[in-house]
């Protein structure tokens, strides 16, 4: 068995893994981080296993070239996109004749809290532990230890459509890979990305993936709120390449390359490129940044409306971004900061060799699971990883199912808007 922990997140554009071992003051030291390309997942499901499949073996044969060691099992990210919070309670009596809470009466409040009804289609991931209650006594974190009649837990489930989460875990056992645990994606991304005053005080994290955008906000120690948007850097590119008349490739490359450098509006930097039937077209760098622009600011703005639809608007402090959807392009946090009025930052993951937010997800599920190895295994997460990472546990159905929203449909309120500005290009050009 390897010492390292691996942490793997399956994305809709990359496939991103991260090893982790600890020191010897028992740290745990992030040695190697990769990723490698994916077109087997779209808006976070898995449309094609055997190339989701391909691209983790890829993934992972990197890594282990990196750390010189084989790897044959992981942790992994569950997608937010496809999740669904579902806060629930568990109660049990203590079991011991002495009343003093023992490590098997926290399990047992862990199962408790999923006894909740769902529907058919779907399953419960994880359990995401709140507070505990001991005889009345909120705000318990570890109650193990601890002396009273009786034990509640306020929790939040996390569920899925089976038949998604199911595609998932064949894609990894397909490529070779063993499924340890799982590690809801907002809180493995949390883990690595936001500092504790800000997970404490009240944060919004936004996770800015290929074509979609997820957004989770913490506040008090816990996430309070999670929800999506079908938008991401790949609408960019999109963006670019209709509006320009190039291919996608080409599109990816000039956002890549230029993205939101500095230019002078006053003078146009425009490039010549070779685009289909050998046809050259001339580019210009100034109106590249204008789409580019327009529609990260739709994107935020998107993102702030859901958190002030959501109520928790005067909870947040601030914005933290992840992920490749736009954490990269320069001058990004003066530009959100402008856009949202309050403060705006990349993520800064603060390990040697993994400082980009693409790899927040990975490095935080191997952050998370560390965490969760250094303590006794009484957490949702810990149990989760030991006892149900074969998913085969069992599930409550409910009578109805989940009245789904679908989020990529814009008010049209939204015309003159920002929005506007979006179709504004299009219709300048065609």
Same mark, same amino acid.
Request: charged share 25%; hydrophobic share 40%.
């Given at each position: 068995?390897s010492?390292y &922990?691996?942490?793997?997140d399956?994305?809709s554009?990359?496939v991103?893994?991260?090893?982790g071992?600890?020191?010897?003051?028992?740290?745990?030291q992030?040695v190697?981080?990769?990723t490698?390309k994916?077109?087997g997942?779209?808006?976070?499901?898995v449309?094609?296993i055997?190339?989701? @499949?391909?691209?983790?073996?890829?993934?992972?044969?990197?890594?282990?070239?990196?750390?010189?060691?084989?790897?044959?099992?992981?942790?992994?990210?569950f997608p +937010?996109?496809?999740?669904?919070?579902v806060?629930?309670?568990?109660?049990?009596?203590?079991s011991?004749?002495?009343?003093?809470?023992k490590?098997?009466d926290?399990?047992?409040?862990?199962?408790?809290?999923?006894?909740?009804?769902?529907?058919?289609?779907?399953?419960i &991931?994880?359990?995401?532990p709140?507070?505990y209650?001991?005889?009345?006594?909120?705000?318990?974190?570890?109650?193990?230890?601890m002396?009273?009649?009786?034990?509640e837990l306020?929790?939040?489930?996390?569920?899925?459509?089976s038949?998604?989460?199911?595609?998932?875990?064949?894609?990894?056992?397909?490529?070779?890979?063993?499924?340890?645990?799982?590690?809801?994606?907002?809180?493995?991304s949390a883990?690595?990305a936001l500092?504790?005053e800000?997970?404490?005080? +009240?944060?919004?994290?936004?996770?800015?993936?290929?074509?979609?955008?997820n957004?989770?906000?913490?506040?008090d120690?816990?996430?309070v709120?999670?929800?999506?948007?079908?938008?991401?850097?790949?609408?960019?590119t999109?963006d670019?390449?209709?509006?320009?008349?190039?291919p996608q490739?080409?599109?990816?490359?000039?956002?890549?390359?230029?993205g939101?450098?500095?230019?002078?509006?006053?003078?146009?930097?425009?490039?010549k490129?070779k685009?289909?039937?050998?046809?050259?077209?001339a580019?210009d760098?100034?109106i590249?940044?204008?789409?580019?622009?327009?529609r990260?600011?739709?994107?935020?703005?998107?993102?702030n409306k859901?958190?002030?639809?959501?109520?928790?608007n005067?909870?947040i402090a601030?914005?933290?971004i992840?992920?490749?959807?736009?954490?990269?392009f320069e001058?990004i946090e003066?530009?959100?900061?402008?856009?949202?009025?309050?403060?705006?930052r990349i993520?800064?993951?603060?390990y040697?060799g993994a @400082?980009?937010?693409?790899?927040?997800?990975?490095?935080?599920?191997?952050?998370?699971?560390?965490?969760?190895?250094?303590?006794?295994?009484t957490s949702?997460?810990?149990?989760? @990883?030991?006892?149900?990472?074969?998913r085969?546990?069992?599930s409550?159905?409910?009578?109805?199912?989940?009245d789904?929203?679908?989020?990529?449909?814009y008010?049209?309120?939204?015309?003159?808007?920002?929005?506007?500005?979006i179709k504004?290009?299009?219709?300048?050009f065609?």
């Amino acid at each position: 068995m390897s010492d390292y &922990i691996v942490g793997i997140d399956i994305g809709s554009s990359k496939v991103s893994a991260a090893a982790g071992k600890f020191d010897k003051l028992g740290n745990l030291q992030i040695v190697g981080v990769t990723t490698a390309k994916c077109s087997g997942v779209n808006k976070g499901i898995v449309v094609d296993i055997d190339k989701t @499949s391909d691209s983790v073996r890829s993934c992972i044969d990197q890594l282990e070239r990196m750390i010189d060691d084989r790897i044959e099992e992981a942790y992994i990210s569950f997608p +937010g996109v496809i999740s669904e919070l579902v806060p629930n309670k568990g109660v049990v009596a203590v079991s011991s004749e002495d009343k003093e809470i023992k490590e098997n009466d926290v399990k047992r409040v862990i199962r408790a809290a999923k006894i909740i009804s769902i529907s058919s289609d779907r399953e419960i &991931i994880d359990v995401i532990p709140n507070q505990y209650i001991v005889d009345g006594t909120e705000n318990i974190k570890e109650p193990e230890g601890m002396s009273g009649t009786r034990l509640e837990l306020d929790a939040l489930l996390v569920t899925a459509q089976s038949a998604l989460a199911s595609n998932i875990m064949k894609s990894l056992n397909k490529a070779g890979i063993k499924v340890n645990g799982i590690v809801f994606e907002p809180l493995a991304s949390a883990a690595a990305a936001l500092k504790e005053e800000e997970i404490m005080m +009240g944060t919004a994290l936004l996770d800015i993936g290929a074509e979609t955008t997820n957004i989770s906000v913490f506040k008090d120690g816990k996430i309070v709120y999670n929800d999506h948007v079908n938008l991401g850097g790949s609408t960019i590119t999109s963006d670019i390449a209709i509006v320009m008349k190039i291919p996608q490739s080409q599109a990816e490359q000039i956002k890549i390359k230029y993205g939101m450098k500095g230019h002078d509006e006053n003078n146009s930097t425009v490039i010549k490129l070779k685009a289909d039937f050998n046809n050259e077209v001339a580019v210009d760098l100034n109106i590249v940044k204008q789409i580019i622009e327009a529609r990260i600011e739709e994107i935020l703005i998107l993102l702030n409306k859901k958190i002030m639809n959501s109520g928790y608007n005067g909870a947040i402090a601030g914005m933290v971004i992840v992920g490749g959807g736009i954490s990269q392009f320069e001058g990004i946090e003066e530009f959100g900061k402008s856009i949202l009025l309050m403060p705006f930052r990349i993520a800064d993951l603060n390990y040697a060799g993994a @400082s980009s937010p693409v790899y927040a997800t990975a490095v935080g599920v191997a952050k998370n699971v560390a965490e969760l190895l250094k303590e006794k295994p009484t957490s949702a997460g810990a149990e989760f @990883s030991k006892g149900k990472a074969d998913r085969k546990g069992k599930s409550y159905k409910k009578d109805q199912d989940y009245d789904e929203d679908e989020y990529d449909e814009y008010d049209e309120r939204e015309e003159e808007g920002i929005i506007g500005k979006i179709k504004g290009f299009f219709s300048e050009f065609f």
